[in-house]
């Protein structure tokens, strides 16, 4: 699978950007950029073009952990006990801009998503899984028809590599 997404750049136009969501709209508008260059997430986009042009959608991927004791059992007995957290990929943010929302948008940035997390996840960084934390109950409901499982924790969603493998 060729990615459908490149790195957020100056050359993106984000000005005009709406989802519906005030806080993902503010995020890509003015916060994007800066955790970019603090290497705190890395902010993903589809655009009209590739390298600029109006922004369509976006994720954002970071590395996170979650607490041994709150992965699911099944996978739990898998992994060494010593560890007190295992370390998972977050997919912080996913958004797509009202103009283009309901042409499948959100559903192609989650797989691309999915499968970079993949990808990096068996060469680069170790990730036993990816991590959401959904806004509402229409994200829940997103998500969960992928796969992701709710962790007993504030209410983060879980999808593990070997089930994410089996995508590809």
Do not use: W
Not at 141 to 161: E, N, S
């Amino acid at each position: 699978m060729v990615y459908l997404t490149v790195p957020l750049a100056p050359t993106h136009d984000k000005a005009a950007f709406s989802c519906g969501q005030d806080m993902l709209d503010r995020y890509l508008h003015k916060q994007a950029g800066q955790d970019m260059k603090r290497r705190l997430s890395v902010v993903f986009v589809l655009s009209e073009e590739t390298k600029s042009g109006r922004v369509k959608g976006y994720y954002t991927l970071s590395n996170d952990n979650i607490p041994y004791d709150q992965v699911p059992l099944n996978i739990q007995k898998k992994m060494p006990s010593s560890y007190s957290s295992l370390p998972t990929t977050l997919l912080g943010r996913l958004a797509v801009d009202r103009n283009f929302q309901g042409q499948g948008l959100g559903e192609q940035l989650l797989l691309d998503a999915l499968k970079r997390s993949y990808d990096i996840s068996t060469s680069e960084i170790g990730s036993i899984a990816v991590v959401v934390d959904p806004l509402d109950k229409t994200a829940v409901a997103f998500y969960a028809q992928y796969g992701f499982i709710q962790l007993p924790d504030r209410g983060r969603m879980f999808l593990p590599m070997k089930t994410i493998k089996q995508l590809f």
